[in-house]
């Protein structure tokens, strides 16, 4: 109030000025009270009010207070509590209307010397008292009585106090309610039954935390995500109140206590399962899986050994270096794109720490796979400081000298190979798989090259996967919306396909390019898809790199203790556009107000360092000078190489396109055959061949012996044993290729009695390498994902004879991202060699337009510049030597090859001994038939099933002016053969092109 001539007169004012009561200790020991004020509290949500109050009381203890802080004050709050002071009336200032005044939380005194059990049991709180003084000119006692009654409401939840102040500060779960206690011990009745229902329901509590804990876990820095509570996770559903908090109910083990207080269970709950890492793992079916990881979770989580200074430092440091990586180029080249990490810098000090832990545990070898998104800082920061050089001559539109490879794609898609020393001494092979625009299609190319580096270690498979790792990086949006990503966790515990576990990480950036999450996926994570091979999810706030590194331990050690992926969703978000010239808030304006007003984690981070005094604010900008020097002293080098280099006044000349006519010798002796003949046609003793069996392993054994002429299987089988015996390690892979689409192969049969199988061709071995062997695998029902995995396996496996076998031809339609961005492209993009072969089912017979053609026309579209070997074999004899010569000649590049459907049992498609054991791969076959060469008016030229009907027709008008030559491989093409051979019809004046395709497919255009 103020006086106005003479009189005391009310005021109303607009804004509440709060006053704070701050008790302060002076240097000799004397107290003091300053009470400074919160401008227009009444304006203010919970949040900035909690703000404001730690600022001034922050400036009060400094000596940082102005006048102004001390003016205006409305109503003042002081707490003699603090001191145990239980009531007080605390004495009014001159002008002032009103002061607050609350007391001790306490029991009352009469209850104070009873046991905590009793009174839990009657319902017997802490309580606090409010006293108003106030000044009756100002504020009646009405009012006064009326303000502590509105108090009184709030403080046991009325009016959503508590639901608005939780939601304001973005808490995840709802505030406990008041309510009336009922305690079945203080009532009449049946009150043990009512005792074990409360019992039962505590521990139907503790369950649903972990399966839905993770729904209120705190895991986005922005807190942007919708808050998904569920109300299994609120005790109200269980009839739980308040009043059970300090009453002790019977755990079943967790955190390892039989029984605790509900507050303490709740405690430990929100701790393990909603706090900055949300847990997925209950719906594994593995017990012993989950017991393991619920212990994993109490000793990080529930009971957690500190984080030792010396790794919160290299957090920091990889922090700091990440950061200014992104910076250091946005500075030095802007706009340009980088496909930029900032605001997921965590990645790359978890990477860091999974490489140091990995090392720790055994682990030799590690192969990354990731998109754009990062690859830069990946490979700087992970790979190698050296590879900064490369990338800033990149930047300077160069080629590093030393990374040839450069030239043919861009940055963010090169891949790269090192070796690290880690911190305990321990070396460790680093590889990153290039990788086109088309995100996570690595992912199966990566399981594929560690399989076959697990393939080519010497001990046993168990412990070899211990010693290599793969580790995938995955979008938000990617994982959940690509299906090679389902299809390469498919493959995961496949007999074939298996690596021991894969470390997922999800670069979760909250958005998919300009696409948000709810209208990018149908689920609550990105990561859902992961549950379908009964993995653990780890949600990880990405402003928390201590809890990144704690939920990496658990993971190292889930890996390899069960040998299965874990998938690590770190949360954070994207600084930048999905590029850096795009303009993100066009599409996401809520969003990116968040992010602008975001820190970043390496200054969030630092600043906790800093409070625990770790270190200093000095020390972290010397680490910032100290990485931002390194990053000048490489950009000078990169610099002077480039300007070393000479400029290019001209381009490189065309590549010379080879001729494909050269005849590699690829032969075996007739015993060989005869061997392997015998090994693939007696059954071993007691085993139970399927009856219709006994024909087909009696012709195999003729065939070994030349009694008849082989087939297309039988001659298979012979060049595939032969390549093992002779020290080639071979593998086939397709769906169901053990049998074979059409009944052909049996290179796996099946004993009628008990199941058991029987692979004779893997039985052979060599005296020559130990890891030659024949592996015949029926994948899953899946083309890229395999296809991608087979790929990767022959990048490694580079002397190996790798194939893979379409159920159809066509069906390669489903692979055709692997097939153009890798198996066409990769030797031109990244200097990656590929033997892998490709097995087509193709012709034309009556199986409707899906299941006959295998779209010869696209594989010819792909050749250039000897990237390919396009192939239509026409005989048993020409696809053995075939096969054989994939793996003999000196050339690695693909194999595609038109494989018959038809002529897999055709009499005239047949092949006699003697062609297995001379010759090799023709590239063109003559007319064997034409005895006047002279005669000949016409020469068709043709390829694959189609000769044998043209053939067919001849014969039958006995027309000897018809010469019919096969074209076996289109590329490389064998020009300079087939002008040998027109050479040979001297009166020839027509060159037909035949084919059974429509003329829009098949061979003719390339021709």
Request: overall charge negative.
């Amino acid at each position: 109030f103020e006086v106005r001539d003479g009189q005391p007169v009310r005021l109303k004012r607009e804004s509440v000025n709060f006053g704070v009561a701050i008790d302060l200790t002076k240097k000799d020991g004397t107290r003091t009270l300053l009470v400074p004020n919160i401008k227009g509290a009444n304006h203010l949500r919970f949040s900035e009010i909690l703000a404001a109050y730690d600022d001034v009381v922050t400036r009060a203890r400094n000596g940082k207070l102005q006048i102004p802080d001390f003016q205006g004050t409305t109503v003042s709050l002081t707490n003699p509590g603090t001191i145990g002071t239980v009531a007080s009336m605390p004495r009014l200032m001159a002008g002032q209307s009103v002061i607050i005044a609350t007391g001790a939380i306490e029991y009352p005194a009469e209850y104070q010397a009873m046991a905590p059990e009793a009174l839990s049991q009657l319902g017997i709180s802490k309580a606090v008292t409010i006293s108003s003084t106030y000044d009756h000119r100002i504020v009646q006692g009405a009012e006064s009585g009326a303000f502590l009654a509105r108090v009184h409401q709030l403080l046991i939840g009325e009016h959503r106090f508590y639901d608005d102040i939780f939601r304001d500060l973005e808490i995840a779960y709802p505030p406990m309610h008041w309510s009336v206690d009922r305690n079945p011990a203080l009532l009449g009745g049946d009150h043990a039954r009512d005792q074990i229902v409360k019992q039962a329901r505590v521990l139907e509590l503790i369950n649903a935390y972990r399966v839905r804990g993770h729904l209120i876990a705190d895991i986005d820095p922005l807190h942007a995500m919708p808050l998904h509570h569920h109300p299994e996770l609120d005790i109200e559903t269980y009839g739980l109140t308040i009043w059970d908090l300090d009453r002790e109910f019977i755990t079943g083990g967790l955190a390892g206590t039989e029984s605790a207080q509900l507050r303490d269970i709740l405690d430990i709950l929100r701790r393990a399962y909603c706090g900055k890492v949300g847990i997925e793992y209950r719906h594994i079916q593995s017990k012993e899986q989950k017991v393991w990881i619920r212990e994993a979770i109490r000793q990080q989580f529930v009971e957690p050994r500190p984080v030792s200074p010396e790794i919160k430092k290299q957090l920091l440091w990889k922090l700091i270096c990440a950061e200014q990586f992104e910076r250091f180029l946005h500075t030095k080249y802007l706009g340009q794109k980088r496909f930029s990490i900032e605001g997921m810098e965590t990645i790359i000090p978890l990477l860091d720490q999974l490489i140091e832990g990995a090392a720790s545990r055994g682990v030799e070898d590690i192969t990354l796979g990731m998109a754009h998104r990062g690859r830069l800082n990946v490979l700087t920061n992970i790979v190698g400081e050296f590879m900064a050089e490369r990338i800033f001559a990149s930047f300077e539109g160069s080629v590093h000298p030393n990374f040839p490879a450069d030239e043919g794609d861009v940055k963010y898609h090169q891949g790269a190979t090192s070796e690290r020393e880690t911190a305990s001494g321990r070396k460790v092979k680093l590889m990153l798989s290039p990788n086109p625009s088309h995100l996570e299609f690595v992912d199966p190319v990566v399981e594929g090259i560690v399989r076959a580096k697990h393939d080519a270690m010497t001990t046993p498979r168990e412990e070899s996967i211990d010693r290599a790792l793969p580790v995938l990086l995955h979008g938000d949006a990617a994982f959940a919306g690509q299906g090679i990503v389902m299809e390469t966790l498919n493959l995961a515990e496949l007999h074939g396909y298996r690596t021991g576990g894969t470390i997922h990480i999800i670069i979760n950036n909250q958005i998919g390019f300009t696409t948000s999450p709810e209208k990018g996926r149908s689920t609550i994570y990105s990561t859902d898809v992961a549950r379908m091979t009964q993995l653990p999810i780890f949600h990880i706030n990405g402003d928390d790199p201590e809890a990144a590194y704690r939920v990496l331990q658990i993971a190292l050690d889930y890996r390899q203790e069960f040998n299965k992926d874990v998938v690590l969703d770190v949360v954070g978000f994207r600084r930048l556009g999905h590029n850096e010239s795009d303009e993100p808030s066009y599409t996401q304006p809520l969003m990116y107000a968040r992010v602008k007003a975001h820190p970043g984690v390496r200054t969030k981070y630092a600043q906790q360092l800093i409070r625990e005094g770790l270190m200093t604010e000095d020390d972290v900008n010397q680490l910032i000078k100290q990485r931002v020097e390194s990053y000048e002293a490489t950009l000078a080098r990169a610099k002077e190489i480039v300007a070393q280099k000479a400029p290019v006044k001209e381009l490189p000349p065309p590549v010379q396109e080879e001729d494909g006519s050269t005849i590699l010798e690829t032969n075996v002796d007739a015993e060989t055959v005869r061997r392997l003949a015998h090994k693939i046609s007696v059954v071993p003793e007691g085993f139970h061949i399927n009856p219709k069996m006994v024909g087909q392993l009696a012709r195999r054994a003729k065939m070994g012996e030349g009694e008849v002429p082989m087939d297309w299987a039988f001659a298979e089988a012979i060049a595939f044993g032969s390549l093992v015996v002779e020290g080639t390690r071979v593998r086939l892979s397709g769906q169901d290729s053990g049998r074979g689409t059409f009944s052909q192969r049996h290179a796996v049969m099946y004993d009628t009695q008990t199941g058991q199988t029987w692979t004779p061709l893997a039985e052979l071995r060599s005296e020559r390498n130990e890891h030659a062997v024949f592996e015949v695998l029926d994948s899953s029902l899946s083309e890229q994902g395999v296809l991608g995995f087979e790929y990767g396996y022959s990048v490694i496996a580079q002397d190996a004879l790798v194939l893979w076998e379409a159920q159809f031809g066509d069906f390669g339609n489903g692979a055709q991202v692997i097939i153009d961005q890798y198996i066409a492209a990769s030797e031109d993009k990244w200097k990656q060699k590929s033997r892998l072969a490709l097995l087509l089912p193709h012709g034309y017979e009556g199986q409707g337009p899906e299941h006959s053609s295998a779209r010869l026309e696209r594989y010819l579209q792909l050749c250039a510049e000897n990237n390919l070997q396009v192939c239509y074999p026409t005989t048993p004899a020409q696809y053995f030597h075939l096969l054989r010569r994939q793996v003999r000649q000196e050339t690695r590049r693909p194999l595609v090859v038109m494989t018959p459907k038809s002529l897999l049992r055709l009499p005239a498609a047949t092949s006699a001994l003697e062609e297995l054991t001379s010759g090799g791969f023709q590239p063109v076959i003559d007319d064997g038939e034409v005895t006047k060469r002279e005669s000949v008016r016409r020469i068709i030229l043709c390829s694959g099933k189609v000769f044998y009907d043209l053939n067919a027709g001849r014969k039958k008008s006995g027309d000897e002016r018809v010469s019919i030559l096969r074209l076996e491989q289109f590329y490389p093409f064998p020009e300079g053969r087939l002008r040998e051979i027109f050479r040979t019809y001297p009166n020839a004046t027509q060159l037909v092109w035949a084919q059974e395709e429509p003329k829009n497919m098949g061979g003719w255009t390339f021709v």
